[in-house]
């Protein structure tokens, strides 16, 4: 029987539109949106999301707008909500939710108008722009073609020469790849020269302590342990009235900003002189030639030439604010807007870099990208040593 996902908390709403629906379609339940994306990424196919939140709660536009931007623009958004008047439904037709149903449920309008939203969907998302998810523009990707293509060829000889000097200094594969997250949350391989002896992700968490975006913010060490529920709604005795969830999990958006203050963990990594790196993969950093591999990326249509780097799956996982999700909205890049203000800088902390992220998605352009490669010249000749 076809599905549909319902995302509530409330046992009287799962029970009455489990029973309204009984025949026409299974109701599979979720306490957020961020289970309902680990089961669609499972295998499992929904006709429909039913939220039960009003329209600005955390299950309805901000959830919708998430949905969105991983994908889910085929799928109908339907929301349960208290009370439904004319501001309510203007504010759901502009945001783009397909239906309203106020509450208590009523068992027979839903048995009516569910099915027809589902069929009828497809029709009108087809004649909507704005879900559309994000598209390479045809000028960006024969560019990048062209000049990935052009720097392969002539690059040629000087990947042989690196290859030699890095197999010659230490045992291993000349190239390395590790997995990353790029537009619109998409995984792929990601290619440089292997710039450090083998085994060096293993020892990653040995050095943690020298992790420079977690120094550059001493106090976090003597930060106190945060609860899960503000003082207010344990005092009521009731659920978050202001739920984020993250990691599979619901937590105050109080307590979520305390965590902020104090977290231990940087969503970024960054070591200065990490002596996982061998002397050929110091020099190849710092003049970005480890990065050369990339244009093999960039050919294929995983990245272009231009955009927000693309991060591992352990820095990713960890940018699941709202406000920092839009840099996933923009072309993945071999370089950027914050390669090319902050390289060569020490002083440059996690919510600038996220910050310059956002700054490209907001304002990218096939001009604006030009500019940044010619920036970007002069740029590698600044050392790093990161």
Not at 64 to 75: E, V, W
Not at 200 to 214: I, R
Not at 236 to 255: P, R, S, V, W, Y
Request: include cysteine.
């Amino acid at each position: 029987m076809k599905k549909i996902a319902l995302i509530s908390i409330q046992t009287p709403v799962i029970q009455q539109l489990t029973k309204a629906l009984e025949g026409l379609f299974t109701v599979e339940v979720f306490a957020n949106g961020l289970a309902f994306h680990y089961a669609v990424q499972q295998g499992s196919d929904f006709r429909a999301i039913i939220a039960d939140d009003e329209l600005r709660g955390a299950n309805g536009i901000p959830l919708l707008k998430t949905l969105i931007s991983l994908g889910y623009t085929d799928i109908p958004f339907i929301s349960l909500i208290a009370q439904i008047n004319e501001e309510q439904r203007v504010l759901a037709m502009k945001e783009g939710i397909a239906e309203i149903f106020g509450t208590p449920l009523d068992q027979k309008a839903l048995r009516i108008r569910i099915p027809f939203v589902i069929d009828n969907f497809q029709v009108h998302s087809t004649t909507s722009d704005s879900n559309k998810p994000f598209k390479l523009p045809l000028i960006k990707r024969l560019f990048d073609i062209f000049f990935s293509g052009i720097a392969l060829l002539c690059l040629s000889p000087l990947f042989l020469i690196l290859a030699i000097l890095i197999r010659l200094e230490s045992k291993g594969k000349v190239f390395y790849y590790s997995l990353r997250v790029g537009t619109g949350y998409q995984v792929f391989r990601f290619y440089k020269f292997r710039s450090m002896f083998t085994g060096a992700d293993a020892k990653l968490k040995q050095l943690s302590h020298l992790n420079q975006y977690n120094i550059d913010n001493p106090k976090v060490a003597e930060a106190p342990p945060v609860k899960e529920l503000c003082d207010l709604c344990e005092a009521e005795g009731t659920l978050c009235q202001e739920a984020l969830f993250a990691d599979n999990k619901m937590i105050c958006e109080k307590i979520h900003k305390l965590q902020l203050a104090s977290k231990t963990d940087s969503a970024f990594i960054k070591i200065k002189d990490d002596p996982r790196i061998t002397k050929v993969g110091k020099f190849i950093r710092n003049t970005s030639m480890d990065e050369l591999p990339q244009l093999w990326n960039v050919f294929i249509g995983d990245m272009s030439i231009v955009g927000n780097r693309p991060l591992p799956l352990y820095e990713a996982e960890k940018i699941t604010r709202d406000k920092y999700a839009l840099r996933f909205m923009a072309p993945a890049g071999i370089t950027g807007l914050w390669q090319v203000e902050k390289r060569g800088r020490s002083e440059m902390s996690e919510e600038e870099r996220l910050g310059l992220d956002n700054d490209y998605a907001k304002d990218h352009s096939f001009m604006n990208d030009i500019r940044l490669i010619m920036r970007t010249i002069p740029a590698l000749f600044q050392s790093e040593n990161v």
